[in-house]
Structures are given as C-alpha cells and as structure tokens.
C-alpha cells in the first residue's frame, strides 16, 4: 500500500460548497486550509472519524473548534458511537458573539452528542451568518501567505 496523491475533496449539495477528509487529517492544518480557501472554497467540512477514548481523545474537539474558526467553516466531525467512541461534534465558523448583516448579535456555540450511544446532531448551514463570520474575521484576505 502506497500513499495516494493528496487532493481536496471538495462538491457541491444544495449551493453548499461541502469539503471532505478523514479522521487523521484533523492533525494538518493544511489540508483543512486547502479545502476551506482558494478554488475550493468549503462552507462545511465533513471530518467523519473514528477517536477511541485514549489519550489523543480530549484534544479532539479543541481541535474541531479551531478548524471551523481559523478557516471560517462549519465542521461537522461524526465517531462511531459504542463504549470507546462518542461524543460526535457540530461547530459554527465562529464561537462566540457574531454582529450580523441587519445590526443583531447572534451567539453561536458547538454542539455535541455526549456519551457513547448513538445520536443525531442536526446543522443548518446559514450562508449569510457564514458570510458576516468571515466579513468580520477576514482571515483570507489578512493571511499573506495565500496572497
């Protein structure tokens, strides 16, 4: 077995832009830049995994959380459920207070299915809130790196 070429999976469901990559892949900042930016340009990242309960467990979500932040996308990151899984998580592009389009404040958070059993988490991705996320944290167009 031999490591393939490394492409973004990215396609589009109902006007949403939605970018795919596996367990492991939470690990390279990289990959998930590529998927969310440039051509690509991801609304929601879809990260299904596997995380056993051993001691790479509690970063998980940290991790999660600053993926959808620093890239400004919704990340929806499924386990299995079962004795040593669980705990699948939701997060917004943003964490916390977002002033919207019309003036209001909007509070966002993460949403997680606690414990090992099985579970629905639902998203509704809202591209007008996704687009006064990244309005008010311009990540894309400060990072110099990508210009």
């Given at each position: 077995?031999t490591?393939?070429?490394?492409k973004?999976?990215?396609?589009?469901?109902?006007?949403?832009?939605?970018?795919?990559?596996?367990c492991?892949?939470?690990?390279?900042?990289?990959?998930?830049?590529?998927?969310?930016?440039?051509?690509?340009?991801?609304?929601?990242?879809?990260?299904?995994?596997?995380?056993?309960?051993?001691?790479?467990?509690?970063?998980?979500?940290?991790?999660?959380?600053?993926r959808?932040?620093?890239?400004?996308?919704?990340?929806?990151?499924?386990?299995f459920?079962?004795?040593?899984?669980?705990?699948?998580?939701?997060?917004?592009?943003?964490?916390?207070?977002?002033?919207?389009?019309?003036?209001?404040?909007?509070?966002?958070?993460?949403?997680?299915?606690?414990?090992?059993?099985?579970?629905?988490?639902?998203?509704?991705?809202?591209?007008?809130?996704?687009?006064?996320?990244?309005?008010?944290?311009?990540?894309?167009?400060d990072?110099?790196?990508?210009?």
């Open positions: 077995i490591p393939g070429v490394a973004p999976c990215v396609f589009d469901v109902a006007g949403v832009r939605v970018g795919l990559c596996i492991y892949d939470l690990r390279f900042p990289e990959l998930w830049r590529a998927l969310a930016w440039g051509n690509n340009n991801a609304d929601v990242i879809l990260h299904p995994s596997a995380f056993v309960r051993d001691t790479t467990f509690p970063t998980w979500h940290q991790f999660v959380t600053t959808a932040v620093e890239n400004g996308v919704y990340v929806v990151s499924v386990s459920a079962g004795e040593y899984f669980g705990d699948s998580i939701v997060c917004p592009p943003w964490v916390g207070t977002v002033q919207r389009g019309n003036g209001e404040i909007t509070e966002s958070g993460v949403d997680i299915i606690k414990g090992t059993a099985e579970g629905v988490l639902s998203l509704k991705v809202d591209l007008e809130f996704l687009r006064d996320v990244r309005l008010q944290a311009p990540l894309r167009e990072a110099r790196m990508y210009k």
